[in-house]
């Protein structure tokens, strides 16, 4: 099934506009630089490469043609995996200096581009991808001209997973059940330390992403909410051993590119690049929800699962009511909170 929807995916990206017809070959390949956090042989690695590919087919130089470093195409990505450039912000802040093109970024890094589009990843507003789609496709409009605005294009949208609690050694029923716990804080994510000042208690471990495996090691830390594919990828799930089934929020995400860099390219190429960039993007969005709800599957089995009563669910809702709260009050714009809230509805 994965074997035929990458096939799928390539058919669609190579299809989509004719390759360059230069009769003269540039100078040079030009390579886009892109960074990302996943891993190359991830979902979201193998959705990339076909991309790659993608768009060296539809740059290939006629008549067997090279450029002077070599190519024999005059377009290609270069992606940075594993966090090699590093944390979202900083590779946010590369794109800015222009040491990097682009990024396929989550809604932590987009918040460093706009910050509202973080509002979608507010807890406890969205338990299922129908109620997301419908409060993003009434935002995105907004959203993507403030990352235009910015000085960024946003070529695609795509998605992380559906959130979940996940510990080692005890499980985690209700907001009491995270007092005195050690719960994983991205650095970065101004949502999550104040769900724990909400509840009270507990001490989070701020992290960047790279640096969540060695604590999960050490036992430094011992809590993580995430997707259930994302812990897979980057091993965070083989060091827990308990998963909460309910969904406390979306993680989402987004594939970025530099407006200076898309605006240095022939006009042909930066079509193609566009174009095959969206088709990754959506391509991504059906694959990464498929195979996050396998991998839930799969961490049901080799974790002890378990699921909060109405009553444990009842007091996270009310925690969860009072972080938006708070949030709207600075961190994010009042109103656009209460849109989402009644989007979610």
Known sequence: MIRKLIVGVATALTALVPAAASAEAPARTESIKIGSLAPGESPWGQVFKVWQKA????????????????????????????????????????????????????????????????VLQMPGLFDSWAKLDRARDALKSEFEKAVGDAGFALVGWGDVGLAHSMSKGFPVYSPADMKGKKPYVWRDDPITPTVFQVIGGVTPVLLGVPEVLP????????????????????????????????????????????????????????????????????????????????AMNRLKSKMTAYESNQAQRDEWAKVFKEVRSRLAKGTFPADLVKRVEDLAK
Request: hydrophobic share 40%; glycine share 10%.
């Open 55 to 118: 768009v060296r087919e539809r740059t290939k130089l006629p008549d067997g043609q090279k450029t002077a470093n070599g190519k024999s195409y005059a377009l290609d990505i270069t992606f940075f995996w594993n966090g090699q450039q590093g944390d979202e912000a900083a590779m946010v802040a590369k794109m800015k200096s222009g040491q990097l093109d682009g990024a396929a970024i989550t809604g932590v890094g987009l918040a460093q581009i706009h910050r509202p589009i973080l």
């Open 215 to 294: 604590q999960l090691n050490s036992g430094t830390v011992n809590v993580v909410t995430a997707p259930a594919l994302a812990a897979e990828q980057l091993q965070w799930a083989s060091r827990l051993d308990h998963i909460n089934t309910q969904v406390v929020g979306v993680g989402i995400g987004a594939l970025v590119l530099t407006s200076k860099k898309l605006d240095s390219l022939p006009g042909d190429q930066k079509a193609i690049l566009l174009e095959t960039g969206a088709v990754a993007g959506k391509a991504l969005t059906a694959r990464i929800r498929n195979e996050d709800a396998q």
